[in-house]
């Protein structure tokens, strides 16, 4: 294959660093080249080895062979190259066996193996850091979190994905007990015994299986995960991986889904508003809050109706007493209408706001406030406070949804019980109707009778006037009746003219002095109105009004007190006052005194309830407008209005 070696080149007993096989190779390079591949020799590849080759001969060891490999690109061509350098340098060692020595060939070929095997093993290395620098960047930008810890329960591996879920580093977490980190503390105990029972009899019950499990942050917040936990082997005790996937807002939204159907279910299946109320407070805690609250103010000074219920039992008593002592002032949200998210309690907010710092005592942490609102009227408010969740918007939109369904049936239990009030009344103002229309009907019976009978005159007339007083009460409550119907129709028929306030007053005055006297009231009229005052309004129906105002404060009113009547103008109007010093109207009561059949539900024998509505209707038809103030002992003022001809 190669020519003779330049004569002297080698010879016996040559100091150690003189290798004849080195000089053999030398003298042979282009040869040995030739047998790489055209690559190989282009990139000087082969040149190197040859070099290192030689330098090791010279050194008397195959040492360097591993430290002369650089990476590799393609491992299959690297072995095939060292192959035919090798088969051609056992051709060339054949051609000159009398001048290359045993040992030396023994080098050569230990060199090239080493370079191989070192080949391999790089090959083979840089491939494991490149696999596990890939593994590693996968675990990093998935967006579930993966953790693995070993047999003991501690901590492996942590990717980015579990760092931004638990709020622990990777260095953090390293080492560290897995279930001290993101395991509620009712579990860990359970956890702990899993793993040991594991480890002694390689079964358990949740491996490779798709779980729901509750979790904790690092600041204590819970949340809920979608969790698949593998087994890996490592050749001693397992390692275990789990793969966790932040489920909380999905069950969250399921929850408030379930809430939400519920809640209407439930404020549905009554009109008795404690009851349905309760339900729903009840329902909302724990599914949405730690506390929830529905505050209705009471009508007129009355107390209103607050509904609690808290997470733990032995709260509840405590946070009714801490609502109901601080609901003395409505909260904000009932005077502004308006919903307040509260992520967070701030000391300014609580210094400021008795209710929030009534439900910061309690243990809350976060709070939304929603008013129960219904056919624009605000009826109440319902609160979610929370010990633990942070609410956000999405929290506050819900809890409105929540609250549009509570204040429907607000709304609805409130007409229901309207409806139910209005049918009593109804039937004790039939019951009174009937009792006095029988009564002057047995009169006029009972008259009729005797006048025919009779021949005495005087006895005759006074008959004929019991006849008539019983004919004119029934006329006047046909006429109640009959007016009832039309206002509540809306066709009540007024005839207005140009008319002089004065005259009016005066006139009223006059119609009730007889009853006034007869009771020793005093009836007293104060009209301070410049000449020419003209009001535009029907008579008769203005002195209708009089009459039923002027005739409840003689009904109620005790002898020896006053009953005042006054005019005066006021912006575009002319405004009329009855003010009697009687006995007044209870707080509670008042807001209800225009309301049809009212007075004869509070007032059995005294009416048909009747005639403050009346009165309303006949205002309003004039365009006018009316109102009651009153203080119990002291007096009661109606105020009414009247359009002038000019305006």
């Given at each position: 294959?190669?020519?003779?070696l330049?004569e ?5 007993g040559v ?21 790489g ?5 282009a990139d000087?590849?082969l040149?190197?080895v ?9 050194a008397?060891?195959?040492?360097g ?26 051709d060339?060692?054949?051609a000159h ?5 045993l040992?030396?060939l ?10 191989v095997a070192?080949g391999?093993a790089?090959?083979?290395g840089?491939?494991?850091e490149?696999?596990?620098a890939?593994t590693?960047?996968i ?11 070993d ?8 990717n980015?994905a579990?760092?931004?879920?638990f ?16 395991i ?5 105990d ?8 594991y480890?002694?009899t390689?079964e ?15 600041d ?8 698949t ?13 789990g793969y966790l996937?932040?489920i909380?807002a999905?069950?969250r939204?399921?929850?408030r ?7 209407s279910?439930l404020?549905?299946?009554s ?10 407070v ?6 949405i ?6 505050e209705i ?10 509904l609690?219920h808290h997470?733990d ?9 801490q ?31 008795v209710?929030?710092?009534a439900l910061?005592?309690i243990?809350a942490r ?12 605000v ?11 942070r609410y956000?918007h ?5 809890a409105r949804e929540?609250?549009v ?9 409130s ?14 103002v039939?019951a009174?109707?009937?009792?006095d ?7 006029i ?12 005159e005087h ?6 006037e019991t ?14 009746l009959?007016?009832l ?12 003219k140009d008319?002089?306030?004065r005259?009016?007053?005066?006139e009223?005055v006059e ?22 005052v003209?009001?535009r309004c ?10 039923n105002?002027?005739g409840?404060s ?10 005042t009547?006054?005019?005066?103008l006021?912006?575009?109007a ?18 209800h ?7 004869a539900?509070?007032?059995?024998r005294r009416?048909?309830?009747?005639g403050?509505?009346i ?13 009651a103030?009153?203080?119990l002992?002291v ?5 009414f ?5 000019s305006?």
């Amino acid at each position: 294959m190669a020519g003779p070696l330049p004569e002297g080149s080698l010879a016996a007993g040559v100091p150690a660093r003189v290798s004849p096989l080195a000089d053999l190779i030398a003298a042979h390079r282009h040869a040995l080249l030739a047998c790489g591949a055209p690559s190989a020799r282009a990139d000087g590849a082969l040149d190197a080895v040859v070099d290192a080759l030689i330098t090791s001969l010279r050194a008397g060891s195959s040492e360097g062979a591993r430290e002369s490999v650089g990476p590799i690109a393609n491992l299959e061509a690297f072995v095939r190259e060292h192959d035919a350098l090798r088969e051609c340098l056992l051709d060339l060692v054949a051609a000159h066996t009398s001048l290359v020595a045993l040992a030396e060939l023994r080098i050569a070929l230990a060199f090239l193996a080493e370079r191989v095997a070192a080949g391999v093993a790089s090959f083979v290395g840089a491939r494991a850091e490149l696999a596990e620098a890939q593994t590693a960047a996968i675990l990093d930008v998935a967006l579930d979190a993966i953790v693995s810890m070993d047999a003991d329960g501690r901590v492996v591996a942590w990717n980015r994905a579990a760092a931004r879920m638990f709020g622990y580093t990777l260095d953090e977490a390293l080492g560290r007990s897995l279930a001290e980190l993101v395991i509620p503390p009712h579990l860990r105990d359970a956890h702990t015994r899993g793993v040991a029972r594991y480890n002694a009899t390689r079964e358990s019950r949740i491996l490779d299986r798709r779980l729901e499990m509750p979790a904790i942050r690092r600041d204590g917040s819970a949340l809920t995960v979608e969790l698949t936990i593998t087994s890996v082997p490592s050749g001693g005790a397992p390692w275990f991986t789990g793969y966790l996937r932040d489920i909380t807002a999905v069950k969250r939204a399921e929850d408030r889904q379930r809430v939400l159907l519920r809640a209407s279910e439930l404020l549905a299946s009554s009109l008795e508003l404690h009851t349905t109320l309760g339900s729903l407070v009840e329902l909302a805690v724990p599914a949405i809050a730690d506390c929830c609250v529905v505050e209705i103010p009471g009508e007129s000074g009355r107390e209103g109706t607050l509904l609690v219920h808290h997470a733990d039992p032995s709260q509840r008593e405590r946070a009714h007493a801490q609502l109901r002592a601080s609901s003395r002032e409505p909260p904000r949200v009932l005077r502004t209408g308006e919903a307040e998210l509260h992520p967070g309690l701030e000391r300014e907010r609580l210094a400021s706001d008795v209710d929030l710092a009534a439900l910061h005592a309690i243990g809350a942490r976060s709070v939304i406030r929603v008013p129960l609102a219904a056919r624009g009227r605000v009826l109440g408010a319902l609160t979610l406070a929370s010990a633990s969740w942070r609410y956000a918007h999405d929290d506050l939109d819900f809890a409105r949804e929540l609250a549009v369904r509570a204040a429907l049936a607000i709304d609805n239990s409130s007409l229901y019980q309207s409806a139910q009030r209005a049918v009593v009344a109804r039937e004790d103002v039939l019951a009174i109707v009937s009792h006095d229309l029988r009564n002057p009907l047995s009169a006029i019976r009972t008259s009729a009778s005797l006048l025919g009978r009779t021949g005495d005159e005087h006895a005759a007339g006074r008959l004929i006037e019991t006849i008539q007083r019983a004919s004119g009460r029934m006329e006047r409550l046909i006429r109640d009746l009959l007016d009832l119907a039309a206002i509540q129709a809306g066709r009540l028929t007024i005839v207005q003219k140009d008319e002089d306030p004065r005259e009016i007053v005066a006139e009223a005055v006059e119609l009730q002095e007889p009853l006034a006297r007869e009771k020793e009231l005093h009836l007293v009229a104060e009209v301070a109105l410049p000449a020419g005052v003209v009001v535009r309004c029907d008579r008769e129906r203005v002195l209708q009004v009089f009459s039923n105002l002027v005739g409840n404060s003689i009904k109620f009113c005790r002898r020896g007190e006053t009953i005042t009547v006054g005019a005066a103008l006021t912006e575009g109007a002319l405004e009329i006052v009855v003010a009697d010093t009687g006995p007044g109207i209870a707080p509670a009561e008042l807001p209800h005194v225009f309301d049809p059949y009212w007075s004869a539900r509070r007032h059995a024998r005294r009416g048909t309830g009747l005639g403050l509505f009346i009165t309303k209707g006949i205002v309003d038809a004039h365009g006018g407008t009316i109102h009651a103030e009153s203080e119990l002992g002291v007096g009661t003022t109606f105020t009414f209005t009247l359009p002038l001809a000019s305006a």
